[in-house]
Structure formats: structure tokens, C-alpha cells
């Protein structure tokens, strides 16, 4: 036990973590709140119920759980015992974030409100990932394509204006 602690404290300690290495992370976290704003911005606009800063915190926290576990392998390097799959955080981030949906889905007599909501949440999750991941090639499309479904589609959309969400 000692032993494993005297390696983390050597580890961090002696980690050369670069200024440019830092600033990308923060960039990550920033483009995934300007991204989440933008589509929460127009989710705003229409009086919905996950807005500006249900939007941005959905694609913040993706984007720092998936910082995280990319940069957990390189805190435990050398441990055989630890293993990570950056993989299985973005399996945790879709189950939680499909449950903040479930909550916002919700039925009024024959019809079902929220479910427009629900899905974009779930998008913003994974334009938090792709900007954890700096995949921004991915984020900014996704995140342009969003507002075109959510903003513009809503005129053509067949279904009434009160049967929106």
C-alpha cells in the first residue's frame, strides 16, 4: 500500500503537464458550453424546459467525464492492477443522461409531451463527448444540424403548434 502511494505522489509530483496540454483541456470544457449554449439558446427561445444552462451543463459534464477518463490511464501508468475503457464512461453518460430525459417525457392525456427535449439532451451528451474527446469536427455539425431540426424544421413539422414541445 505504501508502496502504491509513493508512486502516485512521485507521479504527480514529477508530471510535466504542459501549459498547451492544460489549454487544450479547458478549450474542450469551453467548446462544449459554447455548444451546448448554442442549442440551449434555441431551445430558450421556444419556452422549452431544458434551455440555455440544462443544454450546457449536459455538454459540460459529458465533456469532463470524458476528459476524465482519458486522463485516468495516465494518473495509474505503471499499476498493472488498473484498467480503464474510456469507452464504458461513455456508457454511463448515455444511461444517466437517458434517465435526465425519461424525466422530462411526460403524458397528458392522449398525447406525450417532452419528447423533443429528451432527445436533445441526449444529442448535447454527445457533443459534450465529441468535445471531450476533441472531436470537433463531430460537435460542430451535430450542434448546427441540432438547431436546423429544433429551430427551423418546426415550421414544417405536420404535428400543431401546441402539440410541439
Not at 27 to 53: D, F, P, Y
Not at 105 to 113: D, L, P
Request: proline content about 2%.
Amino acid at each position: 500500500m505504501l508502496d502504491v502511494m509513493v508512486k502516485l505522489f512521485m507521479k504527480e509530483k514529477h508530471r510535466d503537464m504542459e501549459f498547451k496540454h492544460e489549454f487544450e483541456i479547458c478549450m474542450r470544457l469551453l467548446a462544449a458550453v459554447i455548444a451546448g449554449g448554442v442549442v440551449g439558446w434555441e431551445r430558450g427561445t421556444h419556452e422549452k424546459s431544458a434551455g440555455l444552462r440544462t443544454h450546457m451543463l449536459v455538454a459540460l459534464g459529458s465533456a469532463a467525464f470524458t476528459l476524465i477518463s482519458i486522463h485516468t490511464p495516465q494518473t495509474f501508468e505503471g499499476f498493472d492492477w488498473f484498467k480503464i475503457d474510456p469507452t464504458r464512461v461513455i456508457q454511463g453518460i448515455i444511461g444517466g443522461v437517458g434517465f435526465l430525459g425519461a424525466g422530462a417525457i411526460f403524458r397528458r392525456k392522449s398525447s406525450v409531451h417532452g419528447l423533443t427535449t429528451a432527445s436533445g439532451i441526449w444529442v448535447i451528451a454527445a457533443v459534450g463527448i465529441a468535445c471531450g474527446f476533441g472531436y470537433y469536427a463531430i460537435a460542430l455539425p451535430v450542434v448546427v444540424l441540432t438547431v436546423i431540426v429544433n429551430g427551423v424544421l418546426v415550421f414544417i413539422d405536420p404535428k400543431k403548434k401546441e402539440d410541439q414541445d
